[in-house]
Nanobody
Framework: VQLVESGGGSVQTGGSLTLSCSVS????????VAWFRQAPGKEREGVAR????????IFADDVKGRFYITDKRERNVVDLQMRGLKPTDTGLYYC?????????????????WGQGTQVTVS
């Protein structure tokens, strides 16, 4: 099982970034894949979750209308498209996964994690 994030960086307020998570090593097709973030001194919080290869997405309230999560199943990739970025979006962004579909957007629900990619908005 391997989750590898990419695409982080530094942007100005109002800018856009797309994060990608490469998902590999799972034998079950019904995965929940989610993005979480953690700012310095704060707890890890959920950003968005989708049913990998299926339908159904959920978003944290403060990113609704600005972030979108999508998958490219043929490439085993889950993207987090972020626009209208704010300084409060700054943090280390993690990809996480676990079966089955429709897991709640809570860190305790996810067994497997990537190493994270840094997003800084100034």
């Amino acid at each position: 099982v391997q989750l590898v994030e990419s695409g982080g960086g530094s942007v100005q307020t109002g800018g856009s970034l797309t994060l990608s998570c490469s998902v590999s090593g799972y034998s079950r097709p019904d995965l929940s894949v989610a993005w979480f973030r953690q700012a310095p001194g704060k707890e890890r919080e959920g950003v968005a979750r989708l049913n990998f290869g299926g339908s159904g997405r959920i978003f944290a309230d403060d990113v609704k209308g600005r972030f979108y999560i999508t998958d490219k199943r043929e490439r085993n990739v889950v993207d987090l498209q972020m626009r209208g970025l704010k300084p409060t979006d700054t943090g280390l962004y993690y990809c996480a996964a676990a079966p089955p579909w429709n897991r709640p957007l809570s860190p305790s629900e996810f067994a497997d994690w990537g190493q994270g990619t840094q997003v800084t908005v100034s």
